[in-house]
């Protein structure tokens, strides 16, 4: 056990002497944050001014609906989001005038592939009284990506028909208003008592897989670099001389399993006393406990793996290769996280949340959800973790003690797990 | 046998369809230097490496101290390994700590003596510097003091002059001969005769996983004696050694070389036929060096291509 400790420091030592886990501690937040933060920069940023070329058929609707396009202003309001192009169309009726636009389209189409136009609106009388089987007011553009375009020019044209059609006169006016507007509803999570609190608390359960995700996986990574660089510059064999291969593995796991472990105390220590600050809690003992849990059994689990896959390869090229269905499925799970958020009790996220490689990420998403999963589905998620993380170390045990002497080619996997069914 | 520091009993390896070792016995008494001779390929590393319990025989027993080997034994023992490595990003000194600690030596017991092997080893410069600073000369002989620092009962060395200059050769012999007056057991394995012969009390030539020839260095000299000329001659025109009377084998230069002689070479005939031909400088007729025994036990000395 000593030996085990001791060859446990010098990993964890080594590790977190380096630049590179300086760098984790303040750079993962940073990145997290900047993922959060830049996009809504920049959505804060004024987005360039879109020319809309507007032709109206109806005769009547095409100046108001101008008006209230050219009038949306960008979010802090310094200029305007949309220049409005009224094209006059000839003609005495909506047929004659239909038949103008219609000559124009192949002008204006190529003004929106030259870039000189977003798009065009080509307003019709299905606008005004909505009958049957009449051709809809038609929206075109070169960029149907920016739905945006699409709400605002729609959202116009409903308010200028709205407004005409309570000027006229023949409804009530508060009728008018209650079928007009949405009734106003405001939305706040019960377990927070104010608006940041309540972003905090959504986010929760979010940040906890991600520091999960970030250490379990980056962390372990750093196994199979270690045990092919001490493959390759023949350490190993010095250090076998000395302690067991299980020592020698378990030892190995145990110093990275801390290292991670010293990541995350550090950023919860930071992020819990800086929600703290605000007067904002979030999570509570047991949570954490059960965080610490999912960690060291999650870590288990992976860094197994890694240990072994290290131990069999010469170079970090061939441990990729036997590296990528484990990364594959993990990236599986991580996409599963949006899934599992909306729906915390549904079958999907009961079925992820018992699988050992998914598991410690969504397991602890639902118990960071409302309602909390039951008892029994967490211990027994629990259970099949640590139930799989001791077999999983078992074979990786007999992997390491063949593989850390074996130089050449890298085993296939079904000889891998020969050596895993072997007696000795 | 008490008195017996490793004991190999009839000790098989079989890789696949290759056996690398195939039925070694030999028996190290405390206290002595043991050479593990052979070429290449010979079964030396995997005979080690079972010794150090990298990999369990096939056949037979190896006892270490009169035991098994286990893990608690680990201790007492000093591995150089064949191909050395050293942790790059570590410093020196701590990385000694290291190595000594997993051997079970507590600080107090390896700070002093890395001090007093660094400066004798002209690395006390060094010891605090990291490993990937080192020349390949400073790295070798770090490698040797983690091997010797924590004082085992048993040092095991796999080819430690290679790639060793000769300044640092004497050094390390001289090392390996003080460890044995302190009590020490020296395994070690080699392929360079000559080291074999001046270190050794016993050795045991391996051939292509056989032990071939075993016992003191003089056992295997006078067992294996055929004698031989140790002959120098100067200002000869070609080759002075080329056809001599009763001489079945040459090894050396155009001047000076060990000639193997048949049972019934008259001596008088080779030096008469040798004065003919230049100067003769030296002639000597004696054992054979382990380097030409060597030679003659291993003919053909390819090493082998695994089944």
Same mark, same amino acid.
């Given at each position: 056990?000593?030996?085990?400790?001791?060859?446990?420091?010098?990993?964890?030592?080594?590790?977190?002497?380096?630049?590179?886990?300086?760098?984790?501690?303040?750079?993962?937040?940073?990145?997290?944050?900047?993922?959060?933060?830049?996009?809504?920069?920049?959505?804060?940023?004024?987005?360039?001014?879109?020319?809309?070329?507007?032709?109206?058929?109806?005769?009547?609707?095409?100046?108001?609906?101008?008006?209230?396009?050219?009038?949306?202003?960008?979010?802090?309001?310094?200029?305007?989001?949309?220049?409005?192009?009224?094209?006059?169309?000839?003609?005495?009726?909506?047929?004659?005038?239909?038949?103008?636009?219609?000559?124009?389209?192949?002008?204006?189409?190529?003004?929106?592939?030259?870039?000189?136009?977003?798009?065009?609106?080509?307003?019709?009388?299905?606008?005004?009284?909505?009958?049957?089987?009449?051709?809809?007011?038609?929206?075109?553009?070169?960029?149907?990506?920016?739905?945006?375009?699409?709400?605002?020019?729609?959202?116009?044209?409903?308010?200028?028909?709205?407004?005409?059609?309570?000027?006229?006169?023949?409804?009530?006016?508060?009728?008018?208003? +209650?079928?007009?507007?949405?009734?106003?509803?405001?939305?706040?999570?019960?377990?927070?008592?104010?608006?940041?609190?309540?972003?905090?608390?959504?986010?929760?359960?979010?940040?906890?897989?991600?520091?999960?995700?970030?250490?379990?996986?980056? +962390?372990?990574?750093?196994?199979?670099?270690?045990?092919?660089?001490?493959?390759?510059?023949?350490?190993?064999?010095?250090?076998?001389?000395?302690?067991?291969?299980?020592?020698?593995?378990?030892?190995?796991?145990?110093?990275?399993?801390?290292?991670?472990?010293?990541?995350?105390?550090?950023?919860?220590?930071?992020?819990?006393?800086?929600?703290?600050?605000?007067?904002?809690?979030?999570?509570?003992?047991?949570?954490?406990?059960?965080?610490?849990?999912?960690?060291?059994?999650?870590?288990?689990?992976?860094?197994?793996?890694?240990?072994?896959?290290?131990?069999?390869?010469?170079?970090?090229?061939?441990?990729?290769?036997?590296?990528?269905?484990?990364?594959? +499925?993990?990236?599986?799970?991580?996409?599963?996280?949006?899934?599992?958020?909306?729906?915390?009790?549904?079958?999907?996220?009961?079925?992820?949340?018992? +699988?050992?490689?998914?598991?410690?990420?969504?397991?602890?998403?639902?118990?960071?959800?409302?309602?909390?999963?039951?008892?029994?589905?967490?211990?027994?998620?629990?259970?099949?973790?640590?139930?799989?993380?001791?077999?999983?170390?078992?074979?990786?045990?007999?992997?390491?003690?063949?593989?850390?002497?074996?130089?050449?080619?890298?085993?296939?996997?079904?000889?891998?797990?020969?050596?895993?069914?072997?007696?000795? | 046998? /008490?008195?017996?520091?490793?004991?190999?009993?009839?000790?098989?390896?079989?890789?696949?369809?290759?056996?690398?070792?195939?039925?070694?016995?030999?028996?190290?008494?405390?206290?002595?230097?043991?050479?593990?001779?052979?070429?290449?390929?010979?079964?030396?590393?995997?005979?080690?490496?079972?010794?150090?319990?990298?990999?369990?025989?096939?056949?037979?027993?190896?006892?270490?101290?009169?035991?098994?080997?286990?893990?608690?034994?680990?201790?007492?023992?000093?591995?150089?390994?064949?191909?050395?490595?050293?942790?790059?990003?570590?410093?020196?000194?701590?990385?000694?700590?290291?190595?000594?600690?997993?051997?079970?030596?507590?600080?107090?017991?390896?700070?002093?003596?890395?001090?007093?092997?660094?400066?004798?080893?002209?690395? /006390?410069?060094?010891?605090?510097?990291?490993?990937?600073?080192?020349?390949?000369?400073? /790295?070798?002989?770090?490698?040797?003091?983690?091997?010797?620092?924590?004082?085992?009962?048993?040092?095991?060395?796999?080819?430690?002059?290679?790639?060793?200059?000769?300044?640092?050769?004497?050094?390390?012999?001289?090392?390996?001969?003080?460890?044995?007056?302190?009590?020490?057991?020296?395994?070690?394995?080699?392929?360079?005769?000559?080291?074999?012969?001046?270190?050794?009390?016993?050795?045991?030539?391996?051939?292509?996983?056989?032990?071939?020839?075993?016992?003191?260095?003089?056992?295997?000299?006078?067992?294996?004696?055929?004698?031989?000329?140790?002959?120098?001659?100067?200002?000869?025109?070609?080759?002075?050694?080329?056809?001599?009377?009763?001489?079945?084998?040459?090894?050396?230069?155009?001047?000076? /070389?060990?000639?193997?002689?048949?049972?019934?070479?008259?001596?008088?005939?080779?030096?008469?036929?040798?004065?003919?031909?230049?100067?003769?400088?030296?002639?000597?007729?004696?054992?054979?060096?382990?380097?030409?025994?060597?030679?003659?036990?291993?003919?053909?000395?390819?090493?082998?291509?695994?089944?």
């Amino acid at each position: 056990m000593r030996r085990l400790l001791l060859v446990a420091l010098r990993e964890y030592l080594e590790n977190v002497r380096t630049k590179a886990f300086l760098l984790a501690v303040f750079m993962t937040p940073l990145l997290m944050a900047a993922s959060f933060l830049v996009p809504a920069l920049l959505e804060q940023k004024p987005p360039e001014q879109r020319t809309i070329a507007l032709l109206d058929t109806t005769g009547v609707l095409g100046a108001d609906v101008a008006a209230r396009i050219a009038a949306r202003r960008t979010p802090d309001e310094k200029a305007a989001l949309y220049a409005v192009e009224e094209v006059p169309l000839a003609g005495a009726d909506v047929a004659a005038r239909e038949a103008d636009q219609a000559a124009r389209r192949a002008d204006l189409d190529r003004r929106v592939l030259d870039g000189k136009l977003f798009g065009y609106l080509v307003l019709r009388p299905s606008a005004l009284d909505r009958g049957d089987g009449q051709a809809p007011s038609e929206y075109r553009t070169g960029n149907l990506f920016d739905q945006k375009v699409y709400a605002d020019l729609s959202n116009d044209l409903k308010d200028v028909v709205n407004a005409r059609t309570v000027a006229a006169g023949t409804v009530d006016p508060r009728v008018a208003r +209650i079928l007009t507007t949405k009734p106003p509803l405001a939305q706040g999570d019960v377990r927070a008592a104010s608006k940041a609190a309540g972003i905090a608390q959504t986010a929760m359960p979010f940040v906890f897989v991600l520091l999960l995700f970030l250490t379990i996986v980056t +962390i372990s990574q750093a196994l199979v670099t270690n045990t092919i660089e001490e493959k390759s510059n023949r350490v190993i064999e010095v250090l076998l001389s000395s302690v067991s291969p299980f020592q020698l593995m378990a030892g190995k796991i145990v110093g990275t399993c801390a290292v991670g472990l010293t990541l995350m105390t550090i950023w919860a220590t930071a992020g819990l006393s800086g929600l703290a600050l605000k007067g904002i809690s979030v999570v509570s003992g047991g949570q954490l406990g059960l965080c610490l849990v999912f960690y060291l059994l999650g870590f288990l689990f992976f860094a197994s793996f890694m240990v072994a896959v290290g131990s069999v390869c010469n170079t970090l090229k061939e441990a990729q290769n036997l590296l990528a269905p484990v990364m594959g +499925i993990l990236t599986m799970s991580f996409m599963f996280v949006f899934a599992v958020m909306k729906e915390p009790n549904g079958t999907l996220a009961r079925v992820l949340s018992m +699988i050992p490689l998914s598991s410690p990420f969504l397991m602890m998403l639902r118990i960071g959800s409302t309602p909390p999963p039951p008892a029994w589905e967490v211990a027994a998620s629990i259970a099949i973790l640590a139930l799989s993380a001791a077999l999983v170390m078992r074979a990786a045990a007999k992997v390491f003690r063949v593989g850390v002497l074996m130089y050449g080619k890298p085993p296939t996997f079904r000889e891998l797990l020969r050596w895993v069914r072997a007696r000795n | 046998m /008490a008195d017996l520091a490793v004991q190999f009993e009839h000790v098989v390896k079989r890789f696949g369809g290759f056996t690398a070792v195939d039925g070694l016995d030999l028996e190290v008494p405390r206290g002595t230097i043991f050479g593990l001779l052979g070429p290449n390929g010979a079964g030396k590393t995997s005979s080690i490496r079972m010794l150090m319990n990298v990999f369990a025989p096939d056949e037979g027993r190896i006892l270490v101290f009169g035991e098994p080997i286990h893990e608690a034994l680990k201790p007492r023992i000093g591995y150089l390994p064949e191909e050395r490595g050293l942790y790059k990003k570590m410093r020196v000194r701590e990385m000694l700590r290291f190595f000594g600690a997993i051997k079970g030596r507590d600080r107090a017991f390896l700070d002093p003596r890395i001090q007093r092997w660094g400066e004798r080893m002209g690395l /006390a410069g060094w010891l605090d510097r990291r490993a990937e600073e080192l020349s390949k000369g400073m /790295a070798q002989k770090v490698q040797f003091l983690a091997t010797v620092c924590h004082e085992p009962d048993l040092v095991i060395l796999d080819e430690p002059f290679s790639g060793l200059d000769p300044v640092n050769r004497d050094f390390l012999r001289d090392v390996v001969l003080e460890l044995r007056k302190a009590g020490t057991t020296i395994l070690f394995s080699t392929h360079v005769m000559e080291q074999a012969e001046s270190l050794c009390d016993r050795i045991v030539l391996l051939w292509r996983g056989k032990p071939r020839l075993a016992g003191t260095v003089d056992e295997v000299r006078r067992r294996e004696g055929r004698e031989a000329a140790f002959v120098r001659v100067d200002g000869a025109s070609g080759d002075p050694f080329e056809g001599l009377p009763g001489v079945v084998g040459v090894s050396g230069t155009p001047y000076e /070389a060990e000639l193997a002689l048949a049972p019934d070479a008259d001596p008088n005939a080779i030096l008469a036929a040798l004065l003919a031909r230049g100067r003769v400088r030296r002639f000597e007729v004696r054992t054979p060096s382990l380097h030409e025994i060597f030679k003659r036990v291993a003919g053909d000395a390819s090493p082998r291509e695994p089944a």
